[in-house]
């Protein structure tokens, strides 16, 4: 198993322009989760999965929007780039059973707006 | 809301059994502790979960107090690349899927 792949691993993003980070997992997960982490600080969720066609807000949601169409993929979408979203972002998922919910990480995508 | 309370940073020799220490006072009875580490800014990798026994895994053990208020993550036998930023970790909320909070962990520094 691949696990939780992430792309791109960098980009740099001019203010106002828009992208997509991918994020993929052949665990065969139900949930999905996109955070931030911002330097020298904890993660923070921005919107998170329940399953394929249910997506909700977490912790830091605006500028960000998400969209969960298959089991495996949860794209995370910028669509006016701004400075404050300079940051690295993980992709995790999660099987959760008997009221324990482990999550596994993806590699991260750094962003640079600029 | 369930948070967390780590010092910012620790040191140890390498060889020696680190131990990293955890408040978690406001967490609900049902909900587990769980341990992550993040290397160099990678992705966090899991460690350990617990909800009232002591856990003991290949990487890790987990000691939770009897009255579940805190938690102590040791590393029995720590080598330089166990330094890393540890996370204590408990869920926010109940009726919030599975949010988690992170905080801003312990960064353990293993000395050779």
């Known amino acids: 198993n691949a696990g939780v792949t992430q792309t791109p691993k960098f980009r740099i993003l001019k203010i106002g322009q828009s992208m997509t980070l991918q994020c993929a997992q052949d665990?065969?997960?139900?949930?999905m989760y996109w955070y931030r982490q911002d330097p020298g600080m904890g993660l923070k969720l921005i919107y998170y999965s329940v399953g394929a066609g249910i997506t909700d807000k977490g912790e830091v949601p605006n500028g960000y929007n998400v969209s969960r169409s298959t089991t495996e993929d949860f794209p995370l979408r910028l669509e006016l780039a701004a400075p404050s979203q300079t940051s690295v972002y993980f992709c995790?998922?999660?099987?959760?059973?008997?009221?324990?919910?482990?999550?596994?990480f993806g590699p991260g995508t750094r962003l640079t707006v600029l | 809301d369930a948070k967390t309370t780590q010092p910012p940073s620790m040191d140890c020799a390498e060889g020696r059994a680190a131990n990293l220490p955890c408040n978690h006072s406001t967490i609900s009875g049902n909900e587990y502790v769980y341990w992550y580490r993040q290397i160099h800014s990678q992705g966090p990798q899991y460690i350990i979960h617990?909800?009232?026994n002591n856990e003991t895994n290949e990487m890790a053990s987990l000691i939770i107090t009897e009255d579940r208020k805190s938690s102590t993550l040791i590393l029995p036998h720590a080598t330089l690349r166990d330094t890393a930023v540890y996370y204590c970790?408990?869920?926010?909320?109940?009726?919030?899927?599975?949010?988690?909070?992170f905080g801003t962990g312990t960064s353990l520094t293993v000395i050779p």
């Open positions: 617990g909800l009232k």
């Open positions: 995790a998922s999660s099987y959760p059973l008997g009221g324990a919910d482990t999550q596994y």
């Open positions: 970790i408990v869920r926010v909320g109940r009726n919030t899927g599975n949010q988690f909070y």
């Open positions: 665990m065969n997960h139900n949930y």
